[in-house]
């Protein structure tokens, strides 16, 4: 019997990765059932509009990437650690990053959600994760009111992403702009 947990999940995955090789209009049921080797009627069975698909789509990848960078933030800021060693952390984080289909995906359902209030308030849930990330980050590296300052970090991260996104520029001004955010120029 399949598990349909596992089968939604892979309905999600299927999903981000046909958005994020052909965006958001490429998104039909039987194109995800294809990709997600799955019945069409299972997808609608899981989710009852295309919204609610991207909404949840969108929803797990930000899940993913918190519960990973939190991990990693975890790891790394268990002994104090300086704001340089911090930049360089972010810098190494964001360089190992590659922009395969499923990291290409939230820009475009960020984009998406501009043009739809109904995946604007997963968008806006989705930001909220990365403040609340970035502000504990930024306490634990001790910056002054880092709740303040974690959505302008937060920005200046997609920023840089999105650009080496469409030029593939490097990341190697991201940990100097972070630096002198924080108040620590390099």
């Known amino acids: 019997m399949p598990n349909p947990s596992r089968t939604r999940e892979r ?4 999903t981000l990765r046909i958005i ?3 965006g958001v209009a490429a998104v039909t049921n039987r194109r995800i059932a294809k ?3 799955v019945s069409l009627g299972s997808i609608t069975y899981h989710f009852a509009t295309q919204h609610d698909l991207l909404r949840e789509s ?4 930000v899940i ?5 960078f ?3 933030a975890t790891h790394h800021c268990t002994d104090p650690i300086t704001p340089q060693e911090a930049g360089a952390l972010v810098s190494q984080v964001t360089a190992d990053t590659a922009f395969d289909s499923e990291h290409i995906a939230p820009y475009e359902l960020y984009i998406q959600a501009g043009r739809d209030p109904q995946l604007r308030a997963a968008a806006t849930e989705c930001f909220a994760a990365y403040d ?3 502000a504990s980050i930024l306490g634990t590296l001790g910056v002054p009111d880092p709740e303040g300052m974690a959505g302008i970090v937060v920005a200046l991260v997609i920023g840089v992403q999105l650009r080496r996104l469409a030029t593939g520029a490097a990341t190697d001004d991201l940990v100097d702009a972070l630096l002198l955010l924080t108040g620590n120029p390099a």
């Open 132 to 134: 609340q990330l970035a």
């Open 58 to 61: 969108l929803r797990f990848f």
């Open 35 to 37: 990709e997600a080797d």
């Open 11 to 14: 309905i999600i995955a299927a």
């Open 70 to 72: 939190t991990d990693l």
């Open 64 to 68: 993913q990437e918190t519960r990973r």
């Open 20 to 22: 994020g090789e052909n």
